[in-house]
């Protein structure tokens, strides 16, 4: 059998040029180069098959047995033969053309709406398990205009935006996993990786994917699920009709898919200077070309040029295709005699696809466009060879630009999945990059979602954002938590100008996002108190985060935002008085009654402690207001008086702690008439 194999190579080569393929075993799974994709099928008379597919046709054959995998089209025809024990081959399964072209026929809807007033489709949820770090239990992301996901360090974080972009790229390398991805390193066919997305649309691509959600939109559900590294994820819409996951998809192929759904751009904290370049100039040159796609040279055309040179593209590939079609029949004819010789009544059949993926066979740039940065008039160097915090600027730079400019209608819509952006950058620029982030939505074509160790990339003056903590539960697991969402907290426009006034004033405001125990106090002084003693009992205190409100008005937002992820809060105020000297109303005395009704909005308001010093904390502690330099006076009091810095000490252990009682003139309170 194998001289004749061998006769058969030999014979083909006088035909057309051919590479033989040499393939490694690995127990009972065989990985081939990127030109094939592996994947198991149902048994063929009772007995365990793969299918071995490329470009032109494929084959079916058993495991353990000789492989013959071709792939024949303009220069290269492959022959890989593989022998075994066995001897035999399963039933013939060849690349059926006919029901290629009816998959080709089917009429695909865009997801991208016609009219500019319309929204844009935008994802809404990403549901991951068994991927990286992330075990069997779901971990659930809602997505908003801008995601922010916190948390400590390997907790999962990165995992969730790598996620869903390998998911986008389902149809190319970048859409393959390896073992690192799958979990412990193990293919656990109970525990496979599995990655659903949903989207909101406004268009009808098929009434059984598509579930009414009100004000003309529609939601669509699709997952991805991973057998094994280095191959295509099974994907699978939800039939909203039979209520199951099915294995017919929205939108069919992945590249019509792909194209409709918001694109991904990402970039990691410790990508390598390459990858990162990369990208940039990917983002700058994916703007000239939706540019490009809407360009009408003529006053009355109503196809754009791009459209037209598609099409022509197309045409001409078609009529290739035609004229091609009778020396393609030869070497058909010719390989399939030598074939049937050694593997009897199998045939090949070329299917040159000359209509799959269009937009591929052209580009108005070279293959990989590079970007060069330098002093104008001097010598300009490649991106990759500058440092971070120039590369870091030069994206900022570009998303800026992005956000700004005026978008075109029928642009795809993009994701920015970003990790830890915050490296490398000034705490200047970090301030302007974190603008930069939550302006980019406004545009109306993006969304964001980055992972971040600083508070200073959280801003809730805008009413666009999302926190999520990403962290580890008792068992281990990965576990997501919504923090915060603008729709459940209900900020007022005033809420929401004292937050961007605090914020401007305390960057580490946040910080409270990122766990811990929660004390807010309402001025400077009590801030500066507890914080000297945080670092005199580091050890007791290192897990405390003290929000300093600046003002009791500022309090109410404040605790609207806390009540949406958490009840073990502690919150300390002055009473104030409830007159002013000219016996008027004092506003800050009807204060305490705002902050008493956002309080008893939380459903477990009892775990709150709300404490209250009598007119205002220096009065309450230290008996005298300083005239001046209020913390430095407050640290100087509690370092040089020890009977002082413990009644200090157990008023910040009164707010952590509910059973141990504040000292005189603090108040635990539920009733105004308390503080009179």
Request: proline share 5%; net charge neutral; hydrophobic share 35%.
């Amino acid at each position: 059998m194998l001289r004749e194999s061998l006769r058969l190579v030999a014979a083909i080569h006088r035909v057309v040029r051919f590479d033989v393929l040499f393939l490694e075993q690995f127990g009972t799974s065989i990985f081939i180069t990127s030109l094939s994709v592996i994947s198991d099928t149902e048994s063929v008379k009772g007995q365990k098959t793969r299918v071995f597919s490329s470009a032109p046709l494929c084959f079916c054959v058993k495991t353990d047995v000789i492989l013959v995998f071709f792939s024949v089209y303009s220069t290269m025809l492959s022959l890989v033969l593989r022998l075994s024990n066995e001897r035999q081959l399963t039933p013939m399964r060849t690349w059926n053309m006919a029901t290629k072209k009816k998959v080709q026929n089917e009429p695909t809807v865009s997801l991208m709406p016609e009219s500019e007033t319309v929204a844009r489709p935008r994802l809404t949820k990403l549901i991951i398990k068994n991927f990286r770090t992330i075990g069997t239990i779901p971990v659930e992301i809602d997505l908003d205009d801008v995601v922010v996901l916190v948390g400590a360090n390997n907790t999962g974080k990165s995992s969730i935006l790598r996620a869903y972009e390998v998911a986008m790229n389902n149809g190319s390398k970048a859409g393959r996993l390896t073992i690192d991805d799958f979990p412990n390193r193990q293919v656990l066919s109970e525990s496979l990786p599995e990655v659903e997305v949903h989207t909101v649309v406004f268009h009808k691509p098929g009434q059984q994917w598509m579930k009414d959600i009100g004000n003309g939109e529609f939601l669509i559900r699709e997952r991805w699920i991973w057998s094994n590294p280095d191959t295509e994820p099974k994907r699978q819409g939800f039939d909203v009709d039979n209520d199951a996951w099915s294995d017919s998809v929205p939108w069919g192929a992945p590249n019509v898919a792909n194209a409709y759904r918001p694109k991904p751009h990402s970039i990691g904290a410790f990508t390598s200077p390459d990858e990162q370049a990369d990208e940039i100039a990917k983002l700058l040159t994916d703007i000239i070309k939706d540019k490009l796609k809407v360009i009408k040279s003529g006053e009355n055309q109503t196809d754009t040029d791009y459209d037209l040179l598609m099409k022509s593209i197309k045409d001409f590939q078609s009529r290739v295709a035609v004229a091609s079609r009778e020396e393609t029949e030869k070497i058909e004819k010719g390989i399939s005699e030598y074939l049937s010789k050694v593997f009897h009544n199998y045939v090949i059949e070329i299917d040159s696809r000359s209509e799959d993926s269009i937009e591929k066979t052209y580009s108005p740039f070279k293959e990989n466009p590079t970007l060069k940065m330098g002093q104008s008039g001097g010598f300009l160097s490649t991106v990759a060879t500058q440092g971070s915090g120039a590369r870091r600027t030069l994206l900022w730079t570009a998303l800026k630009y992005v956000s700004e400019r005026e978008q075109e209608s029928g642009e795809r819509p993009h994701v920015l999945l970003l990790d830890e952006p915050e490296i490398c950058l000034h705490p200047s620029a970090i301030r302007d990059a974190r603008k930069v982030l939550y302006e980019l939505p406004k545009t109306g074509n993006w969304q964001v979602m980055v992972t971040t160790h600083s508070p200073v990339f959280i801003d809730l003056s805008y009413d666009n954002t999302t926190i999520i903590r990403v962290d580890r539960g008792s068992n281990n697991e990965v576990r997501s938590t919504t923090l915060y969402r603008p729709k459940t907290a209900s900020l007022s426009s005033d809420d929401k100008e004292n937050l961007k006034l605090l914020n401007a004033c305390d960057t580490y405001l946040h910080e409270f996002f990122f766990g811990g125990r929660i004390i807010i106090v309402e001025g400077d002084t009590e801030f500066t108190a507890f914080s000297f003693l945080k670092m005199l009992y580091h050890n007791e205190y290192k897990d405390v985060h003290i929000i300093r409100a600046r003002g009791k008005g500022t309090i109410p937002a404040i605790i609207k935002i806390l009540n949406q992820f958490t009840c073990d809060y502690a919150v300390l105020h002055d009473t104030d008085v409830p007159k002013l000297d000219n016996d008027n109303k004092n506003p800050a005395w009807t204060m305490n009654l705002s902050i008493k009704e956002e309080i008893d909005k939380n459903s477990k308001k009892d775990n709150v402690r709300l404490i209250a010093c009598k007119t205002n904390f220096e009065d309450a502690l230290f008996g005298q207001i300083a005239k001046r330099d209020k913390p430095y006076n407050a640290i100087s009091k509690i370092r040089d008086d020890a009977p002082l810095k413990q009644l200090v000490k157990q008023l910040l252990d009164s707010l952590l702690d509910a059973s141990i009682p504040p000292p005189d003139n603090c108040i635990k309170w539920d009733n105004i008439e308390q503080l009179q």
